[in-house]
């Protein structure tokens, strides 16, 4: 019972210390006068995966290469088919408003290039230089679309406003700041240690696969933020750029997490994802081409469908 126990305590940390170091890098970029623009395409995307970037660094570190794997793969899975289907369940998600064709494109390739590297049987410190490459490319391109955006007065570079950075205060003085900051630097690298080293525990008590732990206990926890998010989005009725928040957020543990991870070591892949796992995630990813292409809104029977689809990944896995 006590692995669970602290697993689920360096769960909750690692939610609150990321949410922490999100609002207090956020304001200190805010109060050194970083454009709220440059803040939204970059401070707050490494900071809301400061969770999972911390989880892969702690777990190859201790040699667990299948909940570092595994993190990212079920991560992106639980993203599309729990984080979109659970809030539709409540209220359609209307996916019309704002174009996610480019990004999705983005997303498809970065996960083309995931499997392709996999397939070498090991994430080297090169196959890391490539993903934070095709990162660096792909924000420099949001980034030139979204100050186009901004110059041209449309509406739909909702990143580029400051009011739309929830976290924003620029009157925070800078202690409140240096606590969030401390907090999360703290908080952080204690949870993700705690997480890791209990998992594989559990792994080891029960018999299942560090990669099957990666994939459901580490994977949903990291995305209970997410979730939450699109929750609220959907009984706001604001959940107009669910779809893209999803899209950007998978692309981004694609190409940064591992990326980030292998300067720490070697990352090996199990054979079960190569069989199973990486291919389950890609054509979940084609299941948003209606949503991007077609501007179907994800309506309550998608909602149902979407979860059905993850409960029984789940049942297969175990």
Request: proline letters at 4%; a negative charge; one cysteine or more.
């Amino acid at each position: 019972m006590m692995p669970w126990l602290y697993s689920a305590l360096g769960l909750v940390i690692l939610l609150l210390a990321g949410d922490a170091l999100v609002r207090g890098a956020v304001n200190l970029s805010l109060r050194l006068g970083v454009p709220a623009l440059i803040v939204s395409l970059t401070i707050v995307a490494f900071g809301t995966s400061a969770p999972e970037l911390l989880i892969a660094i702690s777990a190859v570190h201790e040699g667990a290469d299948g909940i570092a794997m595994g993190n990212v793969v079920g991560s992106n899975t639980a993203n599309i088919l729990l984080v979109l289907g659970i809030p539709a369940l409540m209220r359609a998600l209307h996916t019309s408003e704002c174009s996610t064709r480019r990004n999705y494109i983005f997303m498809l390739g970065a996960s083309v290039l995931f499997i392709g590297l996999a397939f070498s049987g090991t994430f080297t410190l090169w196959s890391g230089l490539i993903l934070l490459a095709a990162l660096a490319g792909v924000l420099g391109v949001a980034f030139r679309d979204a100050r186009n955006h901004r110059r041209n007065g449309n509406d739909c570079a909702a990143d580029s406003d400051l009011e739309e950075i929830e976290e924003a205060d620029p009157d925070m003085p800078y202690w409140r700041v240096g606590v969030y900051l401390l907090l999360g630097l703290i908080g952080l690298p204690l949870g993700a240690d705690l997480l890791v080293d209990n998992a594989t525990v559990i792994a080891r008590l029960y018999g299942v696969s560090e990669p099957v732990i990666g994939l459901t206990l580490v994977a949903i926890g990291t995305s209970l933020p997410e979730l939450a998010t699109t929750v609220m989005a959907a009984l706001r009725r604001q959940a107009d750029v669910a779809l893209g928040n999803v899209i950007g957020s998978n692309m981004f543990n694609l190409l940064a997490i591992i990326g980030i991870a292998t300067f720490i070591g070697p990352i090996s892949v199990d054979p079960e994802f190569l069989q199973f796992d990486l291919w389950v995630m890609l054509a979940a990813s084609l299941l948003l081409i209606p949503f991007v292409f077609f501007k179907q809104d994800i309506t309550r029977i998608w909602g149902v469908i979407l979860t059905a689809l993850y409960l029984a990944y789940l049942f297969v896995l175990f």
